[in-house]
């Protein structure tokens, strides 16, 4: 205990004692922080503002798909919302199935579907290859005559 005694004013002593800072140390913690701005925190900030300026321009009469995967047409659109209609006669799978409304909020877009454009270079390769396949008898015809074939 008297070690302890003779030890506190001279622990007293180093701690009230002023040291240097380094000033490099300084630059590197600012260094850093750029760094983390400018690879994490900027790039994460233009993606938000490009995703709103994308959700803002979407109208009635486009369509989009959801952040639940659900693809549907704007029907209606307001400030925060739009509703959609999905299923029904446009739709690839629909099966006579009768189209549902539903609100969704803004931000719940995840895209707007385009339409696929047919270029002349991808017609041409498609009437290319319906030549092929009804050359040399691959329509799916067989080439034997009746009565030929299995022997039965």
Do not use: C, W
């Not at 205990?1 to 300084?26: G, V």
């Not at 925190?41 to 959801?66: C, K, M």
């Not at 047409?73 to 539903?102: C, N, Q, W, Y």
């Not at 339409?115 to 002349?120: H, K, M, S, T």
């Amino acid at each position: 205990m008297i070690a302890l005694l003779t030890l506190a004013p001279t622990l007293a002593a180093t701690a009230a004692k002023k040291t240097s800072a380094n000033p490099f140390s300084l630059i590197f913690i600012v260094v850093i922080v750029g760094a983390v701005y400018f690879l994490f925190l900027r790039p994460q900030q233009q993606r938000a503002r490009r995703q709103r300026e994308h959700t803002s321009s979407i109208n009635v009469g486009d369509e989009v798909l959801t952040a639940g995967g659900i693809i549907g047409k704007v029907v209606e659109a307001h400030d925060d919302r739009l509703v959609i209609e999905s299923g029904g006669a446009d739709s690839l799978a629909s099966f006579g199935a009768t189209p549902s409304r539903m609100v969704v909020v803004r931000s719940a877009i995840t895209r707007k579907i385009e339409p696929p454009v047919a270029d002349d270079d991808d017609v041409e390769d498609e009437d290319d290859h319906d030549e092929n396949e009804h050359d040399g008898g691959t329509d799916g015809s067989s080439d034997s005559q009746p009565g030929e074939g299995s022997g039965t």
